[in-house]
């Protein structure tokens, strides 16, 4: 009979230990997941909390400088002034294009990383993320918090075409167009590449920093409309809505201003290029190709940060409809053959509560909002109307 009984007693020790070195496994995941992102974004420049702030904050401006504004600014003043091209080429060079394709991608990449950076030195990278000390107990969760941060990382898959394109134009530029010798245009080729490409990784790296975090936070609200299947104590899933609301509040005031001038600055660059190759007459891939590129960087960017702002919109207004179906279920489940009076009453309580709680979610369903907009599909279907409007009036006066 001992023997009988000490073996299941082995096998739930067996067991929890077993758990607890899952546990244990999933959080040391975690960690090495958000400490590979803090090496990431530390290499790109963007400063955080962790180093000394005068130090980090001069190291990042340095490099970004030297990288992302002095290497293409020096590039373009040289080829300008000396290298003489024929006489066709010259007259096919849109000069605006040129300057404004290279000051928007400087523009871009610096306000991922003041925005990224200015919060990163306020918060930790855990902190920023949201994924704090609350989740300790949820276990669960952790195997998903470091699936999303793997997915991160394919973000950047996007930029190996462009690079291949814009390596192709350089090269046509640098050899047969400037007709430089090909020590110095291999020289000039690989600073052009390098310095596109670290303004392009930046630019993407605070889009999909935003991705990331809309995402964790899609996590979360999957987990709570799991939670109300099994959970009938209406403050407590109150507690936990507010404090998911709150989450979504400080994103949207963290990101605001950069998707604001992200959204703007993007828009802003193809109608200034479209109407100055709506008004030149040649328009081939010398004198357009970095156009080009440098938009599909840019439309990637708002993509991304667009399906991510609608995706959270949509699952944080879909709680009120789960909750009102969780209602309608318990309110039917109800027996109606009653008869003791304190039964009513709490039966009476309960569904007043969850009235009361479905009615607070009708009128809080909100999701990322910019400056009070709400970044959902309708917003979607407005700003692709007004760029289909725009396309249409610059192709119109070109005809």
């Known amino acids: 009979m001992e023997t009988s009984r000490s073996q299941p007693e082995s096998r739930s020790i067996g ?41 980090s904050i001069f190291r990042s401006c340095v490099f970004f400088f030297i990288t992302g504004f002095a290497l293409p600014i020096g590039i373009i003043l040289y080829c300008n002034y000396f290298n003489h091209t024929s006489s066709y080429v010259e007259e096919s060079r849109i000069i605006e294009l040129e300057i404004a394709v290279p000051a928007s991608q400087i523009f871009l990449a610096f306000t991922s990383l003041f925005c990224v950076s200015h919060n990163l030195k306020k918060y930790s990278m855990w902190k ?131 998707l604001l001038l992200v959204f703007f600055v993007s828009l802003a660059t193809q109608c200034f290029g479209l109407l100055q190759t709506a008004q030149n007459g040649v328009v081939n891939f010398t004198n357009t190709g970095d156009f080009f590129v440098s938009s599909a960087v840019q439309v990637i960017g708002i993509v991304l940060c667009l399906m991510a702002a609608t995706k959270i919109s949509h699952r944080a207004q879909n709680v009120s409809s789960v909750t009102s179906k969780w209602h309608a279920l ?64 610059i192709f119109s006066g070109s005809v």
């Open 15 to 55: 067991a929890s230990l077993l758990k607890e070195e899952d546990d244990e496994n999933a959080v040391h995941d975690l960690d090495g997941a958000i400490h590979k992102l803090e090496i990431l974004f530390s290499m790109l420049g963007f400063y955080h909390h962790q180093s000394s702030v005068h130090y």
């Open 330 to 393: 318990a309110t039917c489940a109800i027996r109606h053959n009653v008869e003791a009076d304190s039964e009513i009453t709490r039966i009476q309580s309960l569904h007043s509560q969850r009235q009361a709680f479905v009615m607070y979610l009708q009128c809080n369903n909100g999701g990322i909002t910019m400056y009070g907009w709400v970044v959902d599909r309708g917003l979607i279907a407005t700003i692709v109307c007004i760029e289909l409007s725009l396309l249409t009036f």
């Open 128 to 258: 920023f993320l949201f994924v704090d000390k609350r989740y300790e107990d949820l276990k669960d969760l952790h195997s998903q918090y470091v699936e999303k941060i793997n997915n991160f990382y394919q973000i950047f898959l996007w930029i190996v075409p462009c690079i291949i394109i814009k390596s192709i134009h350089a090269l046509d530029l640098m050899v047969f167009i400037y007709r430089n010798p090909w020590p110095l245009a291999s020289v000039l080729l690989l600073l052009s590449i390098v310095s596109w490409t670290y303004l392009a990784t930046v630019f993407l790296a605070g889009c999909g920093l935003f991705c990331l975090i809309c995402n964790l936070q899609i996590v979360h609200f999957e987990d709570y409309c799991k939670l109300l299947v099994t959970r009938t104590d209406v403050p407590l899933l109150l507690d936990d809505h507010i404090r998911l609301c709150h989450y979504l509040s400080k994103i949207s005031h963290r990101f605001r201003l950069h």
